[in-house]
C-alpha cells in the first residue's frame, strides 16, 4: 500500500512518469497534480487496468488534497533548459515553484519521502530543506534530488565503447552534483569492474557530465531529457518502495550528508568537506536513507574532478539557501 504524488503531472516527464507509476503493481493510489491539463493526463492513465486509483488535483487549490495521506512526494514540476542555458538559469523560475511545493508539502504530508527533479538540483535541494526546516518537520533522512538519470546514462554511455558490457546490470556510483562538472562519475569502481585507458576516462567522464546536453540540444528548444529521466525517476520511486517493504536497495542520490554523519565521514574525506548536500550512493531503509554507502577507494582523476564539484557545488548550495531566507 503506497501513495505517490506526482506535482507537475502533465508535463513532459509528469507524463510518462505517470504512466510508469501506473505499471507498477506495489503503487496503490497516484495523485496526479499540475496547474494546467492534469484532467486530461488522469483520465488518460486511469484507464489502464491495474488495480492502483488515480487522482486529478488541478491548480493551487486542490494542491492540499493531492497532498493529503501521501508516502512519496515526486516533483518533476518547472521548467526545463533551451539551448544555450545551464541549469542555473532555470533558477528564476524554478526556486520559486519548488519553494511553494514544499511548504505545501510541510503543511499537508510532513512525513512523506520527497524526491525533487525540479532543476537546478544542486539548489532547489536545499532549497525544499530550508523550507521544510523552516516549518519545523525537516529530516533529512526523507528528503532526496534524484541523481538517477546520471547512473543510468553512465552505465548506457560505457556500453557505447564497450560492447561486451550489460548496460541494465553495470553499475557505476555518480556522486557531486546534477549539473556539468558537479556530475563526477567514478568509473574506477564500476560493477563489475571494466577496464579503460585513460583517454576513455576522461572522454566517458565528460560524456556523463554533459549528457543532459546532448538531449538539450537534439530536441532544438523543445525542451530536455523526458523519457529517459521519467525512467529514471520510476527506478528511484521503485527502489524507494521496496526499501519501504524492508529490501536493502542502493540508489545514488543527492542528500543531506546530516543524513548519515557517520556514513558521511567517508565521502568527506574524498573531497566533499564540509558541504551539506552531495550525490551519493544511498542504502534505502523505510525511513528513507538508511545509511550513506561507502565508496571504497578513489584515482587522483576522480578526486581532482570532486575537488572541482565541490566548489561549485557550494555556490549552488549557498545560492538555496540564501533564496528562502531572502525571501522570510
Ligand atoms: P515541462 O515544462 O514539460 O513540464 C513541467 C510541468 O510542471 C508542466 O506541466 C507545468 O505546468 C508544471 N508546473 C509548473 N509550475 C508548477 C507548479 N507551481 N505546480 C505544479 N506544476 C507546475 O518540463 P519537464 O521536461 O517535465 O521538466 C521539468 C523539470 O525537470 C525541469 O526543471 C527540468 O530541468 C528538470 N529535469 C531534471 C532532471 C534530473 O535529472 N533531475 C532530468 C530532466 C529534467
Ligand atoms: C538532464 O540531465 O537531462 C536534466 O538535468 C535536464 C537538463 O537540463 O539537462
Do not use: W
Amino acid at each position: 500500500m503506497v501513495s505517490v504524488a506526482i506535482l507537475g503531472a502533465a508535463g513532459g516527464i509528469g507524463q510518462p512518469l505517470s504512466l510508469l507509476l501506473k505499471m507498477n503493481p506495489h503503487v496503490t493510489r497516484l495523485s496526479l497534480y499540475d496547474l494546467v491539463n492534469v484532467p486530461g493526463v488522469a483520465a488518460d492513465v486511469s484507464h489502464i487496468n491495474t488495480n492502483s486509483s488515480v487522482e486529478s488535483h488541478l491548480d493551487k487549490q486542490n494542491l492540499g488534497a493531492a497532498l493529503a495521506g501521501i508516502d512519496i512526494v515526486i516533483i518533476p514540476a518547472g521548467v526545463p533548459r533551451k539551448p544555450g542555458m545551464t541549469r542555473d538559469d532555470l533558477f528564476n523560475i524554478n526556486a520559486g515553484i519548488v519553494r511553494t511545493l514544499a511548504e505545501a508539502i510541510a503543511d499537508h504530508c510532513p512525513a512523506a519521502i520527497i524526491g525533487v527533479i525540479s532543476n537546478p538540483v544542486n539548489s532547489t535541494v536545499p532549497i525544499a530543506a530550508e523550507v521544510l526546516k523552516a516549518r519545523g518537520v525537516y529530516n533529512p533522512k526523507r528528503l532526496f534530488g534524484i541523481t538517477s538519470l546520471d547512473v543510468v546514462r553512465a552505465s548506457r554511455f560505457v556500453r557505447d565503447i564497450k560492447p561486451s558490457v550489460d548496460a541494465a546490470a553495470l553499475r557505476i556510483p555518480v556522486v557531486g552534483g546534477h549539473s556539468g562538472a558537479t556530475i563526477v562519475p567514478l568509473l574506477s569502481q564500476a560493477e563489475p569492474r571494466v577496464e579503460f585507458s585513460q583517454k576513455e576516462i576522461e572522454e566517458l567522464t565528460h560524456r556523463i557530465q554533459f549528457g543532459g546536453d546532448e538531449v538539450v540540444q537534439a530536441k532544438a528548444g523543445a525542451g530536455s531529457a523526458t523519457l529517459s529521466m521519467a525512467y529514471a525517476a520510476a527506478r528511484f520511486t521503485e527502489s524507494l518502495i521496496r526499501a519501504i517493504s524492508g529490501e536493502d536497495v542502493v540508489e545514488p542520490a543527492f542528500v543531506s550528508l546530516d543524513a548519515d554523519p557517520r556514513g558521511a565521514e567517508n565521502i568527506r574525506a574524498l573531497g566533499a568537506g564540509s558541504l551539506e548536500f552531495f550525490a551519493v550512493p544511498v542504502q534505502l531503509g523505510r525511513e528513507g536513507v538508511k545509511r550513506i554507502a561507502p565508496v571504497p577507494s578513489i584515482t587522483p582523476f576522480e578526486r581532482k574532478a570532486i575537488e572541482v564539484a565541490s566548489g561549485e557545488l557550494q555556490k549552488n548550495i549557498s545560492k538555496g539557501v540564501s533564496f528562502t531566507q531572502k525571501a522570510k
